[in-house]
């Protein structure tokens, strides 16, 4: 069946000498793979390789096949080309660390517009604002709300973050965040892309945020993997 979706580029490798897979997270569809037969050589298509960067925003004609199977695109429409995100080291980095993140966290092949509405809203935000070091924490913390395991802010007060129960005690757990880092982890609850510029991080205090928000994600996440371009990221934001 041909369908029309949006879709956020998020993963794409070589397949053999010619052509593309691939992945991307689409409005209708949640997460679906597309073969991209001749990509690579064919200077006629209207599908071009400069559309699957990461991140891209696309208007997708496909034909959808059953889960788990490979799809064929027909044609393609750039809605969002993300030209200050490919030309900013800073934004590329972050750009690229956040599709691994993407790729790793959601495999659901079923339509979840709110999430879709986040990511899209989310990188619109990067390519469009200049003040973005603190940009992947809050991207991360607030990607948990649609995963299922923001923490829970009931006891805020307290002095511990038990990683594992996604919640404030005053239990000194063996996975628990406390002292300096339990203040500055803080510092992203509840708060939106907007008032960003206000969290003030120092580099040391973000490397450890990142770190525990990289944790986090793999103590809730069966199959989740650290990032490749983690350690890029970390040299990019020293």
């Not at 580029?9 to 073969?35: F, H, P, Q, R, W």
């Not at 490919?86 to 339509?111: C, D, G, P």
């Not at 038990?162 to 005053?170: A, K, P, R, V």
Request: proline letters at 1%; a positive charge; glycine letters at 4%.
């Amino acid at each position: 069946m041909i369908q029309n979706t949006k879709a956020i580029v998020i993963n794409s490798i070589k397949y053999g000498d010619t052509s593309l897979i691939a992945t991307c997270y689409t409005e209708n569809y949640g997460i679906k793979t597309y073969m991209l037969k001749g990509i690579l050589t064919s200077k006629k298509s209207n599908v071009k390789l400069a559309y699957f960067q990461p991140l891209m925003v696309l208007n997708l004609t496909a034909n959808h096949n059953n889960k788990g199977a490979l799809n064929f695109i027909k044609d393609v429409e750039v809605l969002n080309f993300n030209h200050s995100i490919y030309s900013t080291i800073k934004k590329q980095t972050i750009a690229l660390f956040l599709a691994e993140i993407v790729y790793f966290s959601i495999r659901e092949e079923e339509q979840n517009s709110q999430l879709y509405q986040y990511l899209e809203t989310s990188f619109l935000w990067l390519e469009t604002h200049d003040n973005c070091s603190n940009f992947h924490l809050l991207f991360l913390l607030n990607l948990t709300k649609f995963l299922g395991f923001y923490p829970e802010m009931k006891a805020v007060n307290t002095s511990y973050f038990d990683l594992i129960e996604g919640n404030f005690t005053n239990q000194n757990k063996f996975n628990a965040v406390s002292g300096e880092n339990l203040v500055q982890f803080k510092k992203l609850l509840g708060i939106n892309f907007d008032v960003l510029h206000e969290v003030d991080f120092s580099a040391a205090n973000r490397q450890a945020i990142l770190s525990i928000l990289i944790q986090y994600f793999e103590l809730h996440l069966s199959g989740f993997k650290k990032p490749k371009s983690l350690t890029v990221l970390k040299a990019v934001f020293i």
